[in-house]
């Protein structure tokens, strides 16, 4: 993970009470600010730095200073249907729209097997595997997506069109940890950029092109370079159809529609926050969630049993020379969140600032950091 130099450890506990106090403190109120905070700081227990602590000034405190975001999450539900739902958000925190939106798909499928629920006029809504493990805790199946501003580029072009878009599918088993497979449709997405720049790493090769197809690598330029619409990430598999990026091209459509048509919501190159004139404007995200109810069928403990059957023949099948273990969906932050819960989170050198610049701000002053 680095250094010791660039990561200090800070108490959950401490972080937690911070950025709920912080966000309070720009406005949203104290039981989604609560919302908000369990997202984030989920991220960082399973080890996604590109989602948490590190996103919690630049993505979500600025665009509320903006003006893009509002820190009051007004819901309304447009149409209901014993398993279905159209919510519009109104451009509010997408943490407090996808658990409002995942508790009426779970409430659903608990009465009538399945249920779906989606969101139009929505903001970042944080790690999509939150959402469900909501539906794992309740025995469900859980499936989540959501759409993106434009940073992929579709196969064979170079403009970006299609957001990260994560396909995200989680599941109880009989084991510690559930099965939860939570990532984007992009071979890298933006958040790790961020991150990397942050560290001072480069991106891998073939993750990012510009506008001739070729690869780009440095972190900094990337972002300067995907803001400008000069450069775009590329689908799970590529560069091309060499390695099948077509799939993760196809995928991200899916995620796409998904995400758009059935709330009648915004897509594509309109999900850019720039409106003709270059002024900053609401993201106008959409998301959807799917819960289905394991007693619907043959029942949670048979389903976990299963489950847990498949993960364990996965992890005890013949391993590559030199590798020590396979694992599966959800294992490395189960893995990742025992080796952290009595350390602490990791913040990098680069968050630093940026959180005592907001406890500044607010006049927070009873908050006094590890790293300072």
């Known amino acids: 993970m680095g250094s010791s130099t660039e990561y200090v450890n800070v108490p959950w506990e401490l972080m937690e009470s911070f950025v709920k106090e912080a966000f309070v403190g720009y406005g949203v109120p104290k039981k989604d600010a609560q919302i908000c905070t369990d997202v984030l700081i989920e991220a960082d227990r399973r080890g996604i730095e ?58 659903k499928a608990k009465q009538y097997g399945m249920g779906m629920v989606a969101v139009r006029n929505s903001t970042h809504y944080g790690i999509a595997g939150y959402f469900t493990s909501m539906a794992i805790d309740n025995g469900c199946v859980g499936i989540t997506g959501t759409n993106a501003r434009p940073s992929i580029a579709p196969t064979f072009g170079v403009q970006n069109m299609l957001g990260t878009n994560p396909l995200t599918i989680g599941f109880p088993t009989d084991e510690e940890f559930p099965f939860n497979l939570d990532c984007a449709t992009s071979i890298i ?18 993750t990012v092109i510009d506008q ?85 069928f043959m029942g949670l403990d048979t389903f976990k049993t299963t489950a847990g059957n498949i993960m364990r023949a996965l992890r005890a099948s013949r ?54």
Not at 192 to 206: L, N
Request: net charge negative; hydrophobic share 35%; aromatic share 8%.
């Open 50 to 107: 590109s989602h948490g602590v590190n996103r919690f000034k630049p993505i979500y405190i600025d665009r509320i200073k903006a003006g893009i975001q509002k820190p009051v999450t007004e819901i309304e539900i447009l149409k209901e249907t014993h398993t279905t739902a159209v919510l519009d958000a109104h451009h509010g925190m997408g943490q407090v729209a996808g658990v409002r939106a995942m508790e009426m798909a779970i409430q």
């Open 189 to 206: 997405q933006r958040g790790r950029i961020e991150y990397y720049a942050r560290i001072g790493q480069d991106c891998p090769k073939g």
């Open 212 to 296: 001739d197809g070729n690869a780009l690598t440095d972190s900094p330029s990337i972002l300067k370079a995907l803001t400008a619409g000069d450069a775009a990430l590329t689908p799970l598999g590529g560069i091309g159809e060499e390695l099948a990026g077509y799939k993760g091209y196809g995928y991200a459509v899916a995620v796409e529609v998904l995400s758009a048509a059935l709330q009648a919501g915004t897509y594509l190159t309109d999900l850019d926050n720039k409106d003709k004139d270059g002024n900053q404007k609401p993201y106008q995200l959409g998301h959807f969630f799917i819960a289905i109810d394991t007693e619907a």
């Open 319 to 372: 391993k590559a020379p030199g590798q020590e273990r396979i694992y599966t969906a959800g294992e490395k932050e189960y893995l990742t969140w025992l080796e952290r819960k009595d350390k602490g989170l990791p913040v990098s050198r680069g968050v630093q600032p940026e959180l005592i610049a907001v406890r500044d701000e607010l006049g927070l002053n009873q908050y006094v950091f590890p790293f300072e």
